[in-house]
């Protein structure tokens, strides 16, 4: 491809990467940009350029060893369980939004410590950009097939620069939109998700093109690589001095995968919910094996191909080149470009709040902002960060254009490890011990650094810049006990491995003997008793900060106007009083309202400035390690004993809630029962004094007519038969109530039972001019009490007629049966049965109001006793609430089969 298409390929892909990033910045609440997946495959910015091709450059050159790359990250993945856990709820207590804000918040919020800590990572950040640029620049020209007319040795016809800057700007943009720097920054991390996804499928696939498509095989390759390759050299741990390089190797990336400024970003800054935990621990060591299962036999394939000459960092693109097809070398360097970007892009925004709040706030703008406006701040502060992410591009641009293009990816690389890991002991240490100081803590980072520089820097310029070997092979002014690969005659380890394991003795050793020797003054000791415990600080919050002191509220809170905007100021303050039930009319602050404050203003200017600013407001006394464990203790009690009082709180409160609704129940059933005999009186009122009424007609009149005298005495049966009915009913349901009924079940017919009782009620149905059909795909044969479920269809049957219109009634009975059991429904066309009635109908003493008919007929026991039976024959009978017009019942009942 042209130099012409491959720059307008890169502009178009990284038009794209925006606007991915400006759909997620839209759209934070949606599953997909929130999903835990998104969370794991963010942490794959592990990968850079350096792993996507570095790896297969030291598989060609070392063999098996380059795993230890990606043996630690994988070891220490079922560790984040217990070791991440504890970082990320230290640093969301505390807002925390870098390394260099948790490590400094470890030790007194050091202010010091932070500067010192943010520039060992920009120490380590900016070479690794470096080589990301190095990276673009080769494999440009390596894809690239034509020339542009305009070549020459500027920045101004160096794509690689324009490159640089776009990135800058798209970090610069994304990751400042928000002055918090503890927020998450989610279009940047979906952009790096979507990076993570493209990079792993590319590298698979030239990984597949190479072994079944160059070759026909892994066995294919392994028998060509036995023939012309050193296998024993290149598939070996190499024996014991292997094993201890691979122990060391392995230790390397395991650090590396909790400090490197941009997993910390990553992994704890951009954290949100347990799930995103859960998912990362095998998700990413998933990712990352899948990301090394081609990775040998791409490297023997280069070398059996393009032999030692070629450079086997960019064997991915060599290869598919070498055979023609550029397209998937196109393919391929676009991964390598999802790499470097997604590196390059949150490594400078760790960077530059790292720089903004550990650096250049704290010792140079600090005194200004107290003194302006939150609004000019804000501007201000996010100035500062765009500052810093173009001056750490520009940084290493510069350092990329000094580099020796024989310098293999791989070495950079590990110079930026062997760096980051001189934060280990103190950030590793000191949240499992208490005692460990900031001044052991610079000491020990200083000492490391300087170990670095002898045994590894300083050879790796003198051999590979200055071409000069000499202080390599006889030591510093020729003393063989100061050789830098084999300081004190140790030489079982390689470069590195020699390089980190006499930083980290030296830096270990200087920080636990000067911790133990000299102790840390009371803030330390304050904030190293919170680290150890930071269960207890999750769970005591603002009452884990011991502080004693002098503050006024107004005092405090108008640095936070003054820093977060009066709105957000406001708001926070109300929250605070709310949960602490804080008096708005208190003037003194208390430590609460302190720890508070720090937190708000850490992840605006970091845990350094924060100190700094509340300190400028409130006179603080000193607290002895003794104070701070008894008054840690003396919260602990206070808030169990809060938690034990809110606990009893909620219990009353649920019990006061049940005993109303059992009143309000009661209240219902009472107007219920007294509705009931208010019916039942008028119903035995009524035939009473009907058959009162003829009883004394028929005494009185002696000579009335036969055929009167007879209607008189059929009004008395039946008057009598309504009442016998009545009290029947309330017999039955008394009966079936307290259990004392026993069914008479038999295997019989269902459908034969409806349409008997369809029968029972056809000649009301034709004297309404109702329509009543029956529907039954087949015989239903079940076991059931034969007259107790016809009285229930019966009833459900008459309730209808009850409801639905003289002349255009229509009444619809479905009887199915499944796998489930057997359905009965019957609907109608009536008036339906209102919302609010659909959970009384089935009470005792319960009538319709919506009754066709002007005088309620019944007793109120008709479903009630219904429901009865059901319950009796296992089943459940409900009305169906969904129709808009006319009432639905429905009967659920088991199967029984004899």
């Excluded at 997604?342 to 530059?352: K, P, Y």
């Excluded at 350092?399 to 293999?408: C, E, G, N, R, T």
């Excluded at 000299?518 to 769970?539: A, H, I, L, Q």
Aim: charged residues 20%; glycine residues 6%; positive net charge.
């Amino acid at each position: 491809m042209s130099k012409a298409a491959l720059i307008a390929l890169i502009f178009v892909y990284l038009g794209i990467l925006f606007l991915i990033a400006l759909f997620a910045e839209k759209n934070k609440g949606s599953k997909l940009v929130s999903h835990p997946v998104v969370y794991a495959l963010s942490l794959a910015v592990y990968c850079s350029a350096w792993t996507y091709y570095g790896s297969v450059g030291m598989a060609a050159k070392s063999g098996v060893e380059f795993l230890t790359i990606y043996l630690g990250p994988i070891i220490a993945a079922p560790l984040w369980i217990v070791l991440l856990k504890k970082i990320i709820q230290l640093s969301k207590v505390y807002n925390v939004s870098s390394i260099a804000d948790f490590i400094s918040l470890r030790y007194g919020n050091s202010r010091s410590l932070g500067a010192f800590v943010t520039l060992v990572c920009a120490a380590s950040i900016i070479p690794y950009i470096s080589l990301q640029l190095k990276a673009i620049s080769e494999t440009f020209e390596i894809v690239s097939t034509s020339t542009l007319g305009i070549e020459g040795s500027s920045v101004i016809t160096d794509s690689t620069f324009y490159i640089a800057l776009i990135l800058a700007v798209f970090a610069s943009f994304f990751g400042t939109l928000a002055l918090d720097a503890s927020k998450n920054k989610t279009g940047v991390m979906f952009s790096v998700a979507f990076e993570s996804v493209l990079k792993l499928t590319f590298f698979l696939i030239v990984g597949v093109y190479v072994t079944y498509y160059v070759f026909d095989g892994t066995s294919d390759i392994y028998e060509q690589a036995e023939l012309g390759l050193d296998l024993n050299q290149l598939s070996t741990i190499k024996g014991l001095s292997g094993g201890i390089n691979w122990y060391f190797s392995i230790a390397l990336s395991f650090l590396a995968i909790f400090l490197l400024p941009r997993q910390f970003q990553t992994s704890v800054v951009e954290f949100t919910n347990r799930k995103q935990l859960k998912t990362s621990i095998w998700f990413f060591p998933l990712y990352l094996l899948l990301f090394n299962v081609f990775v040998i036999f791409i490297a023997w394939g280069g070398m059996l191909i393009l032999g030692n000459q070629a450079n086997a960092d960019y064997f991915t693109l060599l290869i598919p080149l070498h055979f023609g097809d550029h397209w998937l070398a196109i393919l391929v360097f676009l991964g390598g470009l999802s790499a470097v970007i997604s590196m390059v892009v949150v490594s400078t925004v760790a960077l530059s709040t790292m720089l903004s709040n550990n650096l250049i706030i704290p010792y140079g703008f600090i005194k200004n902002l107290t003194r302006s406006k939150s609004f000019k701040n804000e501007k201000t502060i996010k100035n500062i960060r765009r500052l810093c992410v173009f001056s750490s591009i520009i940084l290493a641009y510069l350092l990329y254009a000094l580099f020796d293009p024989k310098v293999s990816l791989f070495s950079i690389g590990l110079i930026s490890f062997l760096i980051i890991a001189q934060l280990a002991p103190s950030f590793f240490i000191g949240m499992f011990w208490n005692r460990g100081s900031a001044l052991g803590s610079k000491a020990g980072i200083i000492l490391g650094m300087m170990m670095i520089g002898f045994t590894y820097l300083l050879p790796f310029i003198t051999e590979n810049v200055l071409s000069n070997s000499q202080f390599v092979e006889n030591g510093l002014y020729g003393v063989q006990m100061l050789k830098p690969y084999a300081l004190f005659g140790i030489d079982l380890l390689n470069p590195v491995n020699h390089a980190l394991y006499w930083s980290l003795l030296f830096n270990t050793g200087a920080y636990l003997v000067l911790s133990v020797i000299k102790k840390g003054n009371y803030r330390e000791r304050n904030y190293g008793e919170m680290f150890v415990n930071s269960e207890r600080v999750v769970e005591l919050k603002e009452n884990a900060y011991v502080w004693k002191g002098e503050a006024n509220v107004e005092d405090i809170q108008n640095i936070l106007v003054r820093f977060l905007g009066e709105t957000k100021a406001n708001k926070a303050l109300r929250v605070f009083r709310k949960r602490y039930q804080v008096n708005p009319e208190e003037k003194l602050a208390d430590a609460r309202f302190i720890n508070f404050s720090e937190r708000l203003l850490t992840g605006a200017v970091g845990s350094a400035s924060a100190k700094i600013l509340i300190s400028n407001v409130a006179k603080e006394k000193p607290v002895s390690l003794v104070e701070v464990l008894k008054i840690l203790e003396e919260n602990k009690e206070t808030i169990s004993v809060n938690k034990s009082l809110e606990e009893q709180s909620q219990k009353l409160i649920k019990l006061t809630s049940e005993l109303k609704s059992a009143n309000d129940e009661l209240k219902i059933q009472d107007q219920l029962k007294d509705d009931f005999l208010d019916t039942v009186a008028h119903e035995l009122k009524t035939p009473i004094t009907s058959i009162k009424a003829s009883s004394e007609v028929l005494t009185e009149a002696e000579d009335m007519p036969f055929e009167l005298r007879q209607k008189f005495l059929n009004n008395i049966i039946q008057d009598t038969e309504r009442l016998n009915v009545l009290i029947n009913d309330i017999l039955d349901l008394e009966k079936m109530a307290s259990g004392r009924d026993v069914l008479n079940l038999k295997l019989q017919a269902l459908d034969r039972c409806i349409e008997d009782a369809i029968n029972g009620i056809s000649s009301i149905a034709k004297r309404k001019n109702v329509d009543v059909r029956f529907q039954s795909k087949t015989q239903i044969q079940t076991e059931f009490d034969y007259s107790k479920m016809l009285q229930v269809f019966t009833n459900l049957l008459s309730n209808s007629l009850k409801f639905v219109s003289e002349n255009d009634g229509k009444i619809k009975v479905f009887l199915e049966e499944n796998s489930e059991g057997i359905s009965f429904k019957i609907r109608d066309n009536g008036k339906g049965i209102p919302e609010e009635e659909l959970d009384l109908i089935f009470k005792k003493f319960y009538q319709s109001k919506n009754q066709t008919f002007k005088k309620p007929l019944g007793s109120g026991f008709g479903l009630a006793i219904c429901k009865q039976i059901v319950q009796m024959h296992g089943g459940e009978i409900f009305a169906n609430s969904n129709l808009e017009k006319g009432a639905e019942l429905i009967i659920k009942l088991p199967k029984r089969n004899a």
